[in-house]
């Protein structure tokens, strides 16, 4: 690891010292932020292949609907029967704090106070397959923006966990060795200059004492 460009004085490993405390305690505590978001994020992941395989075991449903539907109906009547919805809806989109990331949470109203006044048709002329497949629409798409809302959080959270990974790797790998190795060069500098300033000092001292004999023999 590469020595940094500094001078090799006191203050200078006083400064270091204290970036390499500060480095130490922000690698830690990013650490505990990545394995936090990871843990929020794997149950997240496990949720959302649940909810995935109920939504698509209801769509499944629906399709399944919507074909005997088209085959025992005309597509006269079929289209006449869904040209105009009896509902619409508002969708309200929010955010939450997870770890620091802000997900999505995705809210919607009816237009109607009865959420299962839903069929646009008498019951008349229509199958009970259609009846089926709208009502089965209608079941799932709570589930579908819940489903939107958890995939866009997976993705922001796991962008996020890259994010602090590189973050930890920078200090673990970069920093904290640098910072390390530069403090050891800076002491082993100041200790050579420590150990030539007292070689020099018992050097003066020993010409004093001679030339303090020479003084008195002479």
Do not use: C, W
């Amino acid at each position: 690891m590469a020595v940094m460009r500094v001078n090799p004085t006191r203050m200078e490993l006083t400064r270091l010292k204290k970036r390499l405390k500060v480095a130490r305690r922000g690698h830690k505590l990013l650490k505990d932020k990545r394995d936090e978001l990871m843990k929020k994020f794997l149950e997240l992941v496990r949720k959302n292949k649940e909810l995935r395989e109920k939504v698509e075991e209801m769509l499944m449903t629906v399709h399944q609907n919507f074909l005997i539907a088209r085959a025992v109906m005309s597509s006269e009547s079929l289209e006449a029967a869904l040209m105009f919805p009896k509902q619409s809806i508002s969708l309200e989109v929010s955010t939450k704090n997870i770890m620091s990331v802000d997900v999505p949470v995705l809210e919607y109203k009816t237009s109607s106070p009865d959420d299962t006044d839903i069929y646009p048709y008498g019951f008349a002329a229509t199958s009970a397959e259609l009846d089926g497949a709208i009502g089965t629409l209608s079941e799932v798409l709570p589930y579908i923006l819940e489903l939107a809302q958890m995939e866009k959080s997976a993705q922001l959270l796991a962008e996020e966990i890259e994010k602090t990974r590189r973050r930890v790797n920078a200090l673990e790998y970069v920093m904290i060795p640098q910072l390390t190795e530069t403090i050891k060069y800076i002491t082993m500098k100041l200790d050579e200059n420590e150990r030539g300033n007292l070689t020099r000092l018992m050097k003066v001292k020993d010409l004093m004492i001679e030339q303090a004999k020479r003084s008195m023999n002479e």
